[in-house]
Nanobody
Framework: QVQLVESGGGLVQAGGSLRLSCAAS????????MGWFRQAPGKEREFVAT????????YYADSVKGRFTISRDNAKNTVYLQMNSLKPEDTAVYFC????????????????WGQGTQVTVSS
């Protein structure tokens, strides 16, 4: 089992920045690729970013490429999502997730999920 707890969400004006954190406990964190997903009200959950177990490989949704950066610190069992140039359409609940496979944009590949953290971007 891997337990994931997100933090860092909040209310920010358009153009601002936030950094989300996801702290993992349980099984060896470095064995898992990690992903961030988000779900806006009335919409399906969608992929945001993913990072390999060692942190060398990352992949982003087109909608966030160039604005968001995913990173991880395996010594701290934590994955981060730095979000810059935020837009109102980035408003959503953000979830982190873990997969024993490689990086993947498909949420079905992920076994463990956090409870989510709300990000609200005002215009």
């Amino acid at each position: 089992q891997v337990q994931l707890v997100e933090s860092g969400g909040g209310l920010v004006q358009a153009g601002g920045s936030l950094r989300l954190s996801c702290a993992a406990s349980g099984r060896t964190f470095s064995n898992y690729a990690m992903g961030w997903f988000r779900q806006a009200p009335g919409k399906e959950r969608e992929f945001v970013a993913t990072i390999s177990w060692g942190g060398r490989t990352t992949y982003y949704a087109d909608s966030v490429k160039g604005r968001f950066t995913i990173s991880r610190d395996n010594a701290k069992n934590t994955v981060y999502l730095q979000m810059n140039s935020l837009k109102p359409e980035d408003t959503a609940v953000y979830f982190c997730a873990a997969t024993a496979g490689g990086i993947n944009a498909n949420e079905r590949a992920y076994t463990y999920w956090g409870q989510g953290t709300q990000v609200t971007v005002s215009s």
